[in-house]
């Protein structure tokens, strides 16, 4: 595929290119994961919610942030191959 149709478009066109297949599947994911998580109590899920139609265009990057500096994951055991 070629990115031959960009070279008919302003700034502001592809700017908002960049935004459709960028930061809406972005938002789109956060607000689903948010919705599925099942460690976070109720009141966080409707805070997390509510921050991400507020404040739409921070939220959903800084919920991916805090999601994978929150990840917990184990060392693997050599033998069994279990996360410790």
């Known amino acids: 595929m070629t990115l031959a ?14 935004f459709l297949f960028g930061f809406i599947p972005l938002w789109i994911s956060a607000l689903i994961s948010v919705a599925r998580r099942t460690d976070l109590p ?12 507020i404040f ?18 184990g060392i693997p055991d050599i033998k069994t191959f279990e996360q410790n």
């Open 5 to 18: 149709f960009l070279q008919g478009l302003g700034p502001m066109e592809i700017l908002i290119v960049l």
């Open 56 to 73: 739409s265009f921070a939220t959903p990057i800084v919920y991916w942030i805090v999601r994978l500096a929150n990840r917990k994951k």
């Open 42 to 53: 109720s009141n966080l899920k409707i805070l997390w919610i509510v921050f991400l139609i």
